[in-house]
């Protein structure tokens, strides 16, 4: 079954409709973005959650310190870098990791190869001004023969409630991740956040 993330989480409330509704994953992004939050917001947020949903914070080249620090103020069970991080310096880590690469063609997944101890694989739309979370899509087709096991891809980049379905039966991915696509005039919709939940669950069926 495909797992959830809901990412760029700023409120408390959406963050427990998401998780009644089914989502597996909860994600505070850390980085420069409209959907930043403070580590104490992430904390107060995280501290409703229950202990089953898996905590996310995304960073752009921070610190390990910062990563590490972050992460044991607010629980974190994963960092997730979209940054310039090297493989050297993912393994210095203590916390489990997810990197993430931005794709447009067959070529872009090369640079995936070398991180094999990273939990999950992350791939979003090469298009957009910041490192993720832009809400546009790519073109699925070129993950047909990945460099790396499809338990390991988490699927991101314009997904919707009404794509994530296709989306899911052309990638087979571990985890759908979903930030702006839940989203209506900027803020999260706990209704949109239903709905797309519901989709994938459907496959499921």
């Given at each position: 079954m495909t797992r959830v993330k809901i990412c760029g989480i700023r409120h408390t409330e959406n963050a427990i409709e998401a998780t009644k509704r089914g989502a597996d994953m909860i994600g505070f992004v850390f980085a420069k973005s409209k959907r930043q939050?403070?580590?104490?917001?992430?904390?107060?947020?995280?501290?409703?959650?229950?202990?089953?949903?898996?905590?996310?914070?995304?960073?752009?080249?921070?610190?390990?310190?910062?990563?590490?620090?972050?992460?044991?103020?607010?629980?974190?069970?994963?960092?997730?870098?979209?940054?310039?991080?090297?493989?050297?310096?993912?393994?210095?880590?203590?916390?489990?990791?997810?990197?993430?690469?931005?794709?447009?063609?067959?070529?872009?997944?090369?640079?995936?190869?070398?991180?094999?101890d990273a939990d999950y694989i992350l791939l979003?739309?090469?298009?957009?001004?910041?490192?993720?979370?832009?809400?546009?899509?790519?073109?699925?087709?070129?993950?047909?023969?990945?460099?790396?096991?499809?338990?390991?891809?988490?699927?991101?980049?314009?997904?919707?409630?009404?794509?994530?379905k296709y989306a899911i039966s052309q990638t087979t991915p571990k985890v759908v991740d979903v930030s702006s696509g839940v989203e209506f005039e900027g803020h999260k919709s706990n209704q949109l956040i239903n709905q797309f939940i519901q989709s994938v669950k459907e496959c499921s069926k």
């Open positions: 939050v403070t580590v104490e917001q992430a904390k107060q947020i995280a501290s409703s959650l229950p202990t089953n949903i898996k905590k996310v914070g995304v960073f752009v080249n921070a610190s390990q310190e910062e990563l590490e620090a972050t992460a044991h103020s607010v629980g974190l069970d994963y960092v997730q870098l979209h940054g310039d991080e090297s493989l050297k310096f993912c393994q210095q880590l203590s916390i489990p990791y997810i990197k993430s690469f931005r794709v447009q063609s067959k070529d872009d997944l090369e640079q995936t190869k070398q991180y094999n979003d739309s090469a298009t957009g001004p910041y490192r993720g979370g832009n809400g546009t899509q790519f073109d699925w087709q070129i993950l047909n023969d990945l460099p790396f096991e499809h338990e390991r891809l988490i699927l991101a980049g314009g997904l919707n409630q009404d794509n994530v």
